[in-house]
């Protein structure tokens, strides 16, 4: 029989061994947290105060089960989204899926490049436009020319620093009953702020390439069927970080924001109204965040949009492998790097509008996905004894449910403007 002290030692090895195993998920979910959501967040708490919350907390076991089934079905058939797709579903829906999920992705680059460029010209007063050739060379260095493990370790390590938000909302002091009443119950408002607000939180919350990343890179640590089980920690991990990041932005966009009518439509407005509301303390905190979660969101929406071009073609893809042996990958890669830029650039072509429309082509992208996840994750013949948990396909019928509403409301929003 084994005393305490052994059984406190297992488990201590366990969740060691567990911790070591946080890699995709992780990275994922914290990425996720990109400039651009950073943006909506701070504007959901803004402008709806903390009653939407508890629509935040609904969304986190939505984002789990959708990623985990994602995860799992890469890991047992070997295969990635577009691989599956095209084996399954023929070359038009595969074809339909990659370029609505390369526009939305190139789209949402141009905004976070534009995000980071516009921090560092508030803190150094140097021009926007001056960063963001710079922040594109470093970030295509070190995709190209880096390591997988060692970027893999920075990715990590810059999903950690992310925790600077949760601090910010420390210090803005919010009435702790009243966050805690709108977490666990739930509120509602007719008003169209209020409803297009909560679009806007669950669009970026749940979003397509991250389940292109965490597909690819599943399949790029090389695990093994019997490992599908274990994908599920990291993955709970990784989406419960970052709705716990949301959360805290939304937190302070209420207690800094809320009630003030400002008027928040990219970063550079949101810097310069919240600068003065928070203090210079909170402030270096908020922009070390963007920083960070710029350099780390960027490269998972550019590798998103490369892995899927290239699987779709059959090309050697993955940041494990040399430029010259995935020259079509990193080609991809870098090209996606270099018309976000062109959209910041080229005059007429608004931030606003690029996080606008790949909302919208996001809403349009997520239920395909999700359908074609149930089926293929529900299939015996595909994935034999590990088919979709009851959990996996309770939470990613909801988020069927509600992303199909989100693109009915978003589609009716694009064409009455």
């Known amino acids: 029989m084994s005393s305490l002290g052994d059984r406190i030692r297992a488990g201590i090895a366990k969740n060691r ?46 984002m789990i ?50 995000a980071v460029a516009a921090i560092l010209h508030i803190v150094s007063g140097i ?24 970027i893999k370790r920075v990715l990590i390590g810059l999903t950690i620093v992310l925790g600077v938000y949760i601090l910010s909302a420390i210090l803005s002091r919010p009435p702790l009953l009243e966050v805690i009443e709108n977490t666990f ?22 979003s397509p390439y991250m389940l292109f990343w965490q597909a690819a890179e599943e399949l790029e640590e090389k695990k093994s069927v019997v490992q599908a089980e274990e994908v599920g920690f990291d993955t709970i991990v990784g989406m419960s970080w970052s709705n716990l990041l949301a959360y805290a932005m939304i937190v302070t966009g209420a207690v800094t924001l809320y009630g003030t009518h400002a008027n928040i439509q990219d970063m550079s407005t949101l810097a310069t109204t919240l600068r003065p509301a928070v203090g210079p303390y909170a402030f270096a905190f908020f922009a070390l965040g963007v920083v ?11 590798g998103s949009t490369a892995y ?30 270099l018309v976000g830029d062109i959209i910041d650039i080229l005059p007429g072509l608004s931030v606003v509008d690029a996080l606008y429309y790949s909302q919208v082509l996001d809403g349009m992208l997520i239920p395909l996905l999700i359908i074609i996840a149930l089926l293929v994750g529900n299939s015996r013949s595909i994935m034999g004894a590990y088919t979709a948990t009851r959990f996996q396909n309770l939470f990613s019928f909801v988020t069927l449910l509600v992303t199909l509403g989100l693109t009915a409301v978003m589609i009716w929003q694009w064409i009455a403007q």
């Open 17 to 62: 061994q567990r911790i070591r195993q946080l890699g995709p998920g992780f990275i994922t979910g914290g990425a996720d947290n990109d400039p651009a959501g950073i943006v909506t967040y701070t504007v959901v708490g803004a402008t709806t105060g903390f009653s939407q919350l508890w629509l935040l907390l609904l969304a986190t076991p939505m």
């Open 65 to 114: 089960a959708v990623q985990n089934l994602v995860a799992r079905i890469a890991i047992v058939t070997g295969k990635s989204l577009p691989e599956i797709t095209l084996a399954f579903y023929g070359r038009k829906v595969t074809a339909l899926m990659i370029t609505v999920l390369a526009v939305a992705n190139i789209l949402t680059i141009g905004a976070d490049l534009n």
């Open 127 to 150: 021009p926007t436009i001056a960063f963001l050739i710079p922040i594109t060379a470093l970030i295509g260095y070190l995709v190209t020319f880096g390591r997988y493990r060692t």
């Open 185 to 206: 119950l739930p509120h509602f408002h007719l008003s169209a702020a209020w409803i297009v607000a909560a679009l806007g939180m669950l669009g970026t919350t749940i």
């Open 292 to 302: 960070v979660a710029g350099f780390l969101a960027i490269p998972v929406l550019a």
């Open 308 to 337: 899927t071009v290239a699987d779709t073609f059959g090309w050697r893809e993955g940041m494990d492998n040399k430029v010259s042996d995935a020259k079509g990958f990193y080609i991809v890669f870098l090209g996606a790097l």
